[in-house]
């Protein structure tokens, strides 16, 4: 069965985002003033070919602590969906 992964990969919230701070300095720039703090992280969807919800489940979180995510810096939390 094939499942749908949604993967939400953030830097933990003791650490600066340069990028994020820099987005959040230069909305006003573009008349967003209403802004007060931005932290940008990544989004991604897998498709994943398994036996059962559990398998998938593993082993997307295997591809994110050995690939998609720097654990120092950054955590990590996904939903899994069966396909159709």
């Known amino acids: ?10 830097p933990h919230a003791e ?3 340069p990028q994020g701070k820099t ?7 573009i008349g967003i003033h209403e802004v007060d703090q ?4 990544k ?8 036996d059962s ?3 998938a489940e593993k082993i997307v979180d295997t591809s ?8 120092i810096m950054e955590k990590y939390e996904f939903n ?3 396909l159709s």
């Not at 069965?1 to 953030?10: F, L, N, R, S, V």
């Not at 987005?23 to 720039?29: F, I, Q, R, T």
């Not at 989004?43 to 398994?50: F, G, K, L, T």
């Not at 994110?64 to 654990?71: E, S």
């Open 38 to 41: 931005v932290r940008i992280g």
């Open 53 to 55: 919800k559990e398998e």
């Open 64 to 71: 994110c602590k050995k690939l998609l995510a720097n654990l």
């Open 23 to 29: 987005v959040g300095k230069n909305l006003p720039n």
């Open 15 to 17: 650490l600066l985002d």
């Open 80 to 82: 899994i969906e069966p």
């Open 1 to 10: 069965m094939k499942y749908k992964a949604e993967i939400k990969i953030m």
């Open 43 to 50: 989004y991604i969807e897998m498709i994943v070919d398994a």
